[in-house]
C-alpha cells in the first residue's frame, strides 16, 4: 500500500543503528566511486584553470571530423537497435509460438548465449579472418582482392551478431507472456494467422520492441571494441574517438570533451528506457515458464521458415566461433594452416601475467560486486532511510553510462592526489564492482518485490524479530540474485575492455587489453588463443555458479529468470 | 491444549492513510471490540470496511494512530507482532517457499528454542490434527490449496498462540472446499478453544463459524451479535442489505399501537415490529422483510395481500417468486417440500406479510452497496 508510507511506522520498525550503518558506508562508497570521478569530469570538461569555460567542449563540437564521429555513432546505433530488434524477434517468435522440443529451445538458448559471453573482439577477429584482405570467404572462397572488411557494414554486422541476445532475452518472456487465450479469441472471431500476428501479436509486442531498440542502440552506442578493430578510419565514433585522443595524442581533455558528448544521447536512452518505456508493458512478466500455446498459431510452412532462419544465424554464430578455435591452433590462418599449439604457449609464457592479474582482479570483483548487489538491493527495496530512492538511482549511473565515460572519469578523479588510485588492482575492481555490480542490485530488487509481505509478516508473527527472520526467510529467498551478481560481475571482468583500457598500468593489465595489443600487432593467433581461453573460463565458472545456485536454491524459491539480464 | 485462555480487547482504535485522491481517509475509526476468552469473533463487512487493517492493529502487524489493544488484562499496544504469541493465517497462506512443509510448520518453535525431540512430535502431532501426516517433507509449491490452507493453519496453531487470527483464510479456494474448511476451522476452534477472530466478506462463511459477528462499514462497526440477531434484526438497512437478501418497502409510520407501530404501505396498513428510536407518527419508513417470510397463502386468508406472479424459477430445493404488489415489487421464496403446482406467470395470488417478520428502518441511507 503506497499510503502506507505516509503513516506512523510500526512497532519494532524502530531506526536500526546496523541500517543506518550500512547505509552511510555505502553513500560514501558510491560518492567515491560514482559521484565524485563524474563531476571531476565534468569539472574537467567545463573548467579551464579554475574557470567556467566551455572552449573544450567548442573544440569538439566544431571539429568537423568529431562532429561525423558523433553523426556516426548515432547512426551506427540506431542501424543496430533495428537490425537487432528484428533478428531478436525472429528468435523470439519462433522460440515462443514455434512449438520447439525442448532440446531446440535449449540448442537456440545456448547459441545466443556464446555472444553474450564472449571477449568483445571475438565477432570482429572472426570477420577479419573471414572477409578480410586474405579472408577465408572474400579471398579463399570467393578469390575477391584488395577487399576491405573495415567500415560500416561490417561493423553493422559484427555488432548485431553481438548484441541481438539481449532483444531475444527481452522479447522472449513478453511473447511469451501474453495470454494466448487473446490470440485464439482473435482466431475464434474468425481473423487469419496473419491477421492476428498483425492486429494483436505485434501491438501487444511494441513496449518490448522500444525495449529492445533502445538497450541495443545503448549498447551499439557504448561498444568500444568492434568499432575500434572493423570501423576503420572512414567510420569513426565517439568511443573510440575519445580513446584515440588520449593514448594517441595525449590529450585527456579532449578525450574527455568527447566522453561528454557521448554521455548526452546515452543519458536520454536512459531515461526513456526506465521511465517511459517500461512504463507501457502491457504484459507483465512474472517469471514463469513460456505457456504452450493452445493452437498453432504458425502455419507449418512459417514455421520451417522461420526455423531454417534461425537456424542459419545460429550456424553462422558457431562458424565464426569455430574459426576462432582452428585460427588459434594454426600457425596463421589464411597463410599456413598447419597445427600448432605455439599460441597457447605463446599466452601462456609472455602473457601469463595478463591471465594471473585478470583472474586475481575478477577474483576480488566477483564476491565484492555480489555483495554490494544484494546489500543495495535489499537496502532500497525494504528499509526506510535518508536518501533510499536516490541510491538505487545514483547506484545505476556507471552500469548505465558507456564504459569510456566510466573509464576516463576514473582516469581524472583518481589519477592525482587526494585519491591516486591509479595503476594499482583496487582501481580496476571498483570500477568492475560499481560498473557491473547493479546487476545483482536489479535481480535482488526484481526478487524481493516477487516475495510478498506477509511472508516476513507470518515469520514475525511466529514470533521470530528482524535478525532471524533475514537470516531465515529473506536471505534464503534472494540468494538466486546474489549468484545472478556473481556471475555477471565475474564475466564481465574476464570480458569488459571499454573502462578499464584506460585504467590499466604496467604493474596490472588485463586479457582483454592484451588481446588488442595483439590484434594491433597483427599477432592474430595468440588473439584467437586468448579468446578462447576467456571464453573456456567463463563457461567454467557460469557452470560452477549453476551448480551452486542448484545446491543452495530451495525448490520452492522464486528464479532469476537470467544470469545475463541487462 | 489447556491453555489459559484470555479475551481481546480493542479500545477505540483509529487509523489513519493519506489517499493520493480521497485526502485524509480513517481505515478504522473507533473500533471498540470485546472478544471473550476462546470466543469466535467474526468481523464482517465489504472490501474496504476497515477489517482487515484492525484484524492487522490486533495482530501487531500496523501501529493504530490512537486506541489501545488489550490481550487479556495486558496492553499490548507498543509490543511488536513477534512479541504478542498470536497464531496469524494470511489470505495467500504465506508459506515460506524455501522450506518443507516440516520446517514451516515448526518454525515457530524453533524460533521459541525448542528442543529438536518436542519439535518433532509436536509438528507431528498437528499435522496429523489438520489430516497432512506424511507431507513432512514437501513443499508448499507441491501441494494443493486446500493442502496449504492447513498448513498456515498448522504453522499458526502449533505455537499455542494466545489468539487466533485470520485473514480472510478461505477466499482463494473453491465453493466446495470453503465450505469443508470453514467447518474444520470451526470444529478445530472449539477442541482448541483459542480466542479467535477472524476476517471475512462472505456472510455465510462469517454465519457458518462465528459465535459472534461484527458487521464493519467504512471503518466502523455498525452491528454486533450472533448471525440469527443480525439476520432477524439488522439495526441498519446496511446490515439488512448486506446481510441475506431483503424486500425493501416504502412506507409512513401511521399509528403507533400497543402491538407495535402500524405503517401504511403497499395500500395497505401493516403491523411490525418495534419502531427505532427517533421515529413517530408520520416518519417516513422503510419496511423490511426477507424472501422467505413473505407467505403465499390462500386466496381467503384474512389480511392476504393481493399480488401479481411476475416470473417464477424452479430451483430444486425452492423456488423463486418475483412478486407485484401494489406496484411494488416483492422477491419471494418456496421451499419445496414435495412436488407442487408452479405458479403461472400473470396469476394473481394472495400473499401474507407477517408482523413479527417486518422490521421498520429509518428511510434508505447512502451506505448500502
Same mark, same amino acid.
Given at each position: 500500500?503506497?499510503?502506507? @508510507?505516509?503513516?506512523?511506522?510500526?512497532?519494532?520498525?524502530?531506526? #536500526?543503528?546496523?541500517?543506518?550503518?550500512?547505509?552511510?558506508?555505502?553513500?560514501?562508497?558510491?560518492?567515491?566511486?560514482?559521484?565524485?570521478?563524474?563531476?571531476?569530469?565534468?569539472?574537467?570538461?567545463?573548467?579551464?584553470?579554475?574557470?567556467?569555460?566551455?572552449?573544450?567542449?567548442?573544440?569538439?563540437?566544431?571539429?568537423?571530423?568529431?562532429?561525423?564521429?558523433?553523426?556516426?555513432?548515432?547512426?551506427?546505433?540506431?542501424?543496430?537497435?533495428?537490425?537487432?530488434?528484428?533478428?531478436?524477434?525472429?528468435?523470439?517468435?519462433?522460440?515462443?509460438?514455434?512449438?520447439?522440443?525442448?532440446?531446440?529451445?535449449?540448442?537456440?538458448?545456448?547459441?545466443?548465449?556464446?555472444?553474450?559471453?564472449?571477449?568483445?573482439?571475438?565477432?570482429?577477429?572472426?570477420?577479419?579472418?573471414?572477409? /578480410?584482405?586474405?579472408?577465408?570467404?572474400?579471398?579463399?572462397?570467393?578469390?575477391?582482392?584488395?577487399?576491405?572488411?573495415?567500415?560500416?557494414?561490417?561493423?553493422?554486422?559484427?555488432?548485431?551478431?553481438?548484441?541481438?541476445?539481449?532483444?531475444?532475452?527481452?522479447?522472449?518472456?513478453?511473447?511469451?507472456?501474453?495470454?494466448?487465450?487473446?490470440?485464439?479469441?482473435?482466431?475464434?472471431?474468425?481473423?487469419?494467422?496473419?491477421?492476428?500476428?498483425?492486429?494483436?501479436?505485434?501491438?501487444?509486442?511494441?513496449?518490448?520492441?522500444?525495449?529492445?531498440?533502445? =538497450?541495443?542502440? *545503448?549498447?551499439?552506442?557504448?561498444?568500444?571494441?568492434?568499432?575500434?578493430?572493423?570501423? $576503420?578510419?572512414?567510420?569513426?565514433?565517439?568511443?573510440?574517438?575519445?580513446?584515440?585522443?588520449?593514448?594517441?595524442?595525449?590529450?585527456?581533455?579532449?578525450?574527455?570533451?568527447?566522453?561528454?558528448?557521448?554521455?548526452?544521447?546515452?543519458?536520454?536512452?536512459?531515461?526513456?528506457?526506465?521511465?517511459?518505456?517500461?512504463?507501457?508493458?502491457?504484459?507483465?512478466?512474472?517469471?514463469?515458464?513460456?505457456?504452450?500455446?493452445?493452437?498453432?498459431?504458425v502455419s507449418p510452412g512459417v514455421r520451417n521458415l522461420l526455423l531454417?532462419?534461425?537456424?542459419?544465424?545460429?550456424?553462422?554464430?558457431?562458424?565464426?566461433?569455430?574459426?576462432?578455435?582452428?585460427?588459434?591452433?594454426?600457425?596463421?590462418?589464411?597463410?599456413?594452416?598447419?597445427?600448432?599449439?605455439?599460441?597457447?604457449?605463446?599466452?601462456?609464457? #609472455?602473457?601469463?601475467?595478463?591471465?594471473?592479474?585478470?583472474?586475481?582482479?575478477?577474483?576480488?570483483?566477483?564476491?565484492?560486486?555480489?555483495?554490494?548487489?544484494?546489500?543495495?538491493?535489499?537496502?532500497?527495496?525494504?528499509?526506510?532511510? =535518508?536518501?533510499?530512492?536516490?541510491?538505487?538511482?545514483?547506484?545505476?549511473?556507471?552500469?548505465?553510462?558507456?564504459?569510456?565515460?566510466? $573509464?576516463?572519469?576514473?582516469?581524472? *578523479?583518481?589519477?592525482?592526489?587526494?585519491?591516486?588510485?591509479?595503476?594499482?588492482?583496487?582501481?580496476?575492481?571498483?570500477?568492475?564492482?560499481?560498473?557491473?555490480?547493479?546487476?545483482?542490485?536489479?535481480?535482488?530488487?526484481?526478487?524481493?518485490?516477487?516475495?510478498?509481505?506477509?511472508?516476513?509478516?507470518?515469520?514475525?508473527?511466529? $514470533?521470530?524479530?528482524?535478525?532471524?527472520?533475514?537470516?531465515?526467510?529473506?536471505?534464503?529467498?534472494?540468494?538466486?540474485?546474489?549468484?545472478?551478481?556473481?556471475?555477471?560481475?565475474?564475466?564481465?571482468?574476464?570480458?569488459?575492455?571499454?573502462?578499464?583500457?584506460?585504467?590499466?598500468?604496467?604493474?596490472?593489465?588485463?586479457?582483454?587489453?592484451?588481446?588488442?595489443?595483439?590484434?594491433?600487432?597483427?599477432?592474430?593467433?595468440?588473439?584467437?588463443?586468448?579468446?578462447?581461453?576467456?571464453?573456456?573460463?567463463?563457461?567454467?565458472?557460469?557452470?560452477?555458479?549453476?551448480?551452486?545456485?542448484?545446491?543452495?536454491?530451495?525448490?520452492?524459491?522464486?528464479?532469476?529468470?537470467?544470469?545475463?539480464?541487462? | 491444549?489447556?491453555?489459559?485462555?484470555?479475551?481481546?480487547?480493542?479500545?477505540?482504535?483509529?487509523?489513519?492513510?493519506?489517499?493520493?485522491?480521497?485526502?485524509?481517509?480513517?481505515?478504522?475509526?473507533?473500533?471498540?471490540?470485546?472478544?471473550?476468552?476462546?470466543?469466535?469473533?467474526?468481523?464482517?463487512?465489504?472490501?474496504?470496511?476497515?477489517?482487515?487493517?484492525?484484524?492487522?492493529?490486533?495482530?501487531?502487524?500496523?501501529?493504530? #494512530?490512537?486506541?489501545?489493544?488489550?490481550?487479556?488484562?495486558?496492553?499490548?499496544?507498543?509490543?511488536?507482532?513477534?512479541?504478542?504469541?498470536?497464531?496469524?493465517?494470511?489470505?495467500?497462506?504465506?508459506?515460506?517457499?524455501?522450506?518443507?512443509?516440516?520446517?514451516?510448520?515448526?518454525?515457530?518453535?524453533?524460533?521459541?528454542?525448542?528442543?529438536?525431540?518436542?519439535?518433532?512430535?509436536?509438528?507431528?502431532?498437528?499435522?496429523?490434527?489438520? /489430516?497432512?501426516?506424511?507431507?513432512?517433507?514437501?513443499?508448499?509449491?507441491?501441494?494443493?490449496?486446500?493442502?496449504?490452507?492447513?498448513?498456515?493453519?498448522?504453522?499458526?496453531?502449533?505455537?499455542?498462540?494466545?489468539?487466533?487470527?485470520?485473514?480472510?483464510?478461505?477466499?482463494?479456494?473453491?465453493?466446495?472446499?470453503?465450505?469443508?474448511?470453514?467447518?474444520?476451522?470451526?470444529?478445530?476452534?472449539?477442541?482448541?478453544?483459542?480466542?479467535?477472530?477472524?476476517?471475512?466478506?462472505?456472510?455465510?462463511?462469517?454465519?457458518?463459524?462465528?459465535?459472534?459477528?461484527?458487521?464493519?462499514?467504512?471503518?466502523?462497526?455498525?452491528?454486533?451479535?450472533?448471525?440469527?440477531?443480525?439476520?432477524?434484526?439488522?439495526?441498519?438497512?446496511?446490515?439488512?442489505?448486506?446481510?441475506?437478501?431483503?424486500?425493501?418497502?416504502?412506507?409512513?409510520?401511521?399509528?403507533?399501537?400497543?402491538?407495535?407501530?402500524?405503517?401504511?404501505?403497499?395500500?395497505?396498513?401493516?403491523?411490525?415490529?418495534?419502531?427505532?428510536?427517533?421515529?413517530?407518527?408520520?416518519?417516513?419508513?422503510?419496511?423490511?422483510?426477507?424472501?422467505?417470510?413473505?407467505?403465499?397463502?390462500?386466496?381467503?386468508?384474512?389480511g392476504a395481500l393481493a399480488a401479481t406472479v411476475v416470473s417464477s424459477?424452479?430451483?430444486?430445493?425452492?423456488?423463486?417468486?418475483?412478486?407485484?404488489?401494489?406496484?411494488?415489487?416483492?422477491? *419471494?421464496?418456496?421451499?419445496?417440500?414435495?412436488?407442487?403446482?408452479?405458479?403461472?406467470?400473470? *396469476?394473481?395470488?394472495?400473499?401474507?406479510?407477517?408482523?413479527?417478520?417486518?422490521?421498520?428502518?429509518?428511510?434508505?441511507?447512502?451506505? @448500502?452497496?
Amino acid at each position: 500500500m503506497s499510503a502506507a @508510507a505516509t503513516a506512523p511506522r510500526a512497532p519494532g520498525a524502530h531506526r #536500526d543503528p546496523l541500517v543506518a550503518g550500512a547505509a552511510f558506508a555505502l553513500w560514501a562508497l558510491l560518492a567515491l566511486f560514482v559521484v565524485y570521478p563524474l563531476a571531476m569530469l565534468l569539472a574537467r570538461v567545463l573548467t579551464d584553470q579554475g574557470h567556467f569555460s566551455l572552449a573544450g567542449l567548442a573544440a569538439v563540437l566544431t571539429d568537423r571530423h568529431q562532429i561525423r564521429a558523433f553523426w556516426n555513432s548515432l547512426l551506427l546505433g540506431t542501424l543496430v537497435g533495428l537490425v537487432g530488434t528484428v533478428l531478436g524477434f525472429v528468435f523470439a517468435f519462433t522460440a515462443a509460438r514455434g512449438r520447439l522440443p525442448p532440446w531446440m529451445l535449449g540448442a537456440m538458448d545456448a547459441s545466443v548465449l556464446l555472444p553474450l559471453v564472449s571477449p568483445p573482439f571475438t565477432t570482429a577477429i572472426a570477420m577479419i579472418f573471414s572477409f /578480410g584482405p586474405r579472408g577465408l570467404i572474400t579471398y579463399d572462397l570467393l578469390g575477391l582482392k584488395g577487399v576491405t572488411v573495415y567500415g560500416l557494414s561490417s561493423t553493422l554486422f559484427s555488432e548485431v551478431i553481438t548484441y541481438f541476445p539481449i532483444a531475444y532475452l527481452t522479447l522472449r518472456p513478453i511473447l511469451a507472456g501474453i495470454d494466448s487465450n487473446i490470440e485464439g479469441m482473435a482466431l475464434s472471431l474468425g481473423a487469419s494467422r496473419w491477421r492476428v500476428f498483425r492486429t494483436v501479436t505485434l501491438p501487444l509486442s511494441i513496449p518490448g520492441l522500444a525495449n529492445a531498440f533502445l =538497450l541495443l542502440f *545503448a549498447a551499439s552506442l557504448a561498444d568500444f571494441a568492434t568499432p575500434l578493430i572493423l570501423a $576503420g578510419n572512414q567510420f569513426p565514433v565517439l568511443p573510440t574517438q575519445a580513446f584515440l585522443q588520449i593514448t594517441g595524442m595525449f590529450d585527456l581533455r579532449g578525450g574527455a570533451a568527447l566522453s561528454f558528448v557521448l554521455l548526452v544521447p546515452a543519458l536520454i536512452v536512459f531515461l526513456l528506457q526506465r521511465y517511459w518505456v517500461s512504463r507501457r508493458f502491457y504484459v507483465t512478466v512474472t517469471g514463469k515458464g513460456a505457456g504452450t500455446a493452445p493452437f498453432d498459431s504458425v502455419s507449418p510452412g512459417v514455421r520451417n521458415l522461420l526455423l531454417a532462419f534461425c537456424l542459419l544465424v545460429a550456424l553462422a554464430i558457431a562458424y565464426f566461433y569455430v574459426l576462432l578455435l582452428y585460427a588459434s591452433l594454426v600457425v596463421a590462418l589464411g597463410a599456413n594452416h598447419a597445427l600448432t599449439l605455439q599460441h597457447y604457449k605463446v599466452i601462456f609464457t #609472455d602473457g601469463v601475467k595478463a591471465i594471473r592479474d585478470t583472474l586475481i582482479i575478477a577474483g576480488l570483483a566477483m564476491p565484492l560486486g555480489g555483495l554490494y548487489g544484494v546489500l543495495l538491493g535489499y537496502l532500497v527495496t525494504k528499509k526506510e532511510f =535518508l536518501g533510499r530512492r536516490s541510491m538505487e538511482l545514483v547506484s545505476m549511473i556507471n552500469y548505465a553510462l558507456p564504459g569510456t565515460i566510466v $573509464g576516463i572519469a576514473y582516469l581524472i *578523479a583518481f589519477n592525482d592526489p587526494p585519491i591516486e588510485l591509479t595503476g594499482t588492482a583496487l582501481i580496476i575492481v571498483a570500477c568492475y564492482i560499481f560498473r557491473y555490480g547493479p546487476t545483482g542490485i536489479r535481480a535482488t530488487v526484481a526478487l524481493l518485490s516477487q516475495i510478498d509481505k506477509s511472508l516476513e509478516e507470518a515469520s514475525q508473527g511466529l $514470533g521470530a524479530g528482524s535478525g532471524t527472520t533475514f537470516r531465515r526467510i529473506t536471505l534464503p529467498l534472494i540468494l538466486p540474485a546474489f549468484f545472478a551478481g556473481l556471475g555477471v560481475v565475474f564475466i564481465r571482468s574476464m570480458t569488459a575492455i571499454s573502462a578499464t583500457i584506460f585504467l590499466v598500468s604496467v604493474s596490472w593489465t588485463l586479457i582483454t587489453v592484451k588481446i588488442l595489443e595483439n590484434i594491433t600487432e597483427l599477432s592474430l593467433g595468440p588473439a584467437a588463443a586468448f579468446s578462447v581461453l576467456v571464453c573456456v573460463i567463463v563457461f567454467v565458472v557460469i557452470g560452477l555458479i549453476g551448480r551452486a545456485l542448484r545446491y543452495f536454491r530451495a525448490p520452492g524459491a522464486a528464479s532469476v529468470t537470467s544470469m545475463l539480464g541487462g | 491444549m489447556g491453555m489459559d485462555t484470555i479475551g481481546v480487547r480493542v479500545a477505540g482504535i483509529s487509523k489513519r492513510y493519506t489517499h493520493r485522491v480521497k485526502g485524509e481517509i480513517y481505515a478504522a475509526r473507533e473500533v471498540e471490540l470485546d472478544v471473550k476468552p476462546g470466543e469466535f469473533l467474526t468481523l464482517l463487512g465489504p472490501s474496504g470496511c476497515g477489517k482487515t487493517t484492525t484484524l492487522r492493529v490486533i495482530a501487531g502487524f500496523e501501529h493504530p #494512530d490512537a486506541g489501545r489493544v488489550y490481550f487479556g488484562d495486558e496492553d499490548v499496544t507498543g509490543k511488536a507482532a513477534n512479541q504478542r504469541n498470536i497464531g496469524f493465517v494470511f489470505q495467500n497462506y504465506a508459506l515460506f517457499p524455501h522450506l518443507s512443509i516440516f520446517e514451516n510448520v515448526a518454525y515457530g518453535l524453533r524460533v521459541r528454542g525448542q528442543a529438536g525431540g518436542e519439535i518433532a512430535k509436536a509438528v507431528g502431532d498437528v499435522l496429523a490434527l489438520v /489430516g497432512l501426516a506424511g507431507y513432512e517433507q514437501q513443499f508448499s509449491a507441491q501441494l494443493s490449496g486446500g493442502e496449504q490452507q492447513r498448513v498456515a493453519l498448522a504453522r499458526a496453531i502449533v505455537i499455542r498462540p494466545r489468539v487466533l487470527l485470520f485473514d480472510e483464510p478461505l477466499s482463494n479456494l473453491d465453493a466446495k472446499l470453503r465450505i469443508q474448511m470453514r467447518q474444520e476451522i470451526r470444529a478445530l476452534q472449539r477442541r482448541l478453544a483459542i480466542t479467535t477472530i477472524y476476517v471475512t466478506h462472505d456472510q455465510e462463511e462469517a454465519m457458518a463459524v462465528s459465535d459472534r459477528i461484527a458487521v464493519m462499514n467504512q471503518g466502523s462497526v455498525v452491528q454486533e451479535g450472533s448471525a440469527l440477531d443480525l439476520y432477524h434484526r439488522p439495526a441498519t438497512d446496511f446490515v439488512a442489505k448486506f446481510i441475506g437478501r431483503v424486500n425493501s418497502i416504502p412506507g409512513r409510520v401511521a399509528a403507533i399501537g400497543a402491538d407495535g407501530p402500524a405503517i401504511a404501505a403497499l395500500g395497505t396498513t401493516l403491523v411490525a415490529r418495534t419502531l427505532p428510536a427517533g421515529l413517530a407518527t408520520g416518519s417516513a419508513v422503510q419496511l423490511m422483510i426477507r424472501p422467505e417470510a413473505v407467505a403465499i397463502v390462500a386466496p381467503d386468508t384474512p389480511g392476504a395481500l393481493a399480488a401479481t406472479v411476475v416470473s417464477s424459477s424452479f430451483l430444486g430445493e425452492k423456488t423463486e417468486v418475483q412478486l407485484r404488489c401494489a406496484g411494488e415489487g416483492l422477491h *419471494a421464496v418456496r421451499y419445496n417440500a414435495g412436488p407442487a403446482e408452479p405458479l403461472a406467470e400473470g *396469476a394473481t395470488v394472495a400473499v401474507c406479510l407477517p408482523a413479527n417478520a417486518l422490521t421498520v428502518l429509518p428511510p434508505a441511507d447512502r451506505e @448500502a452497496p
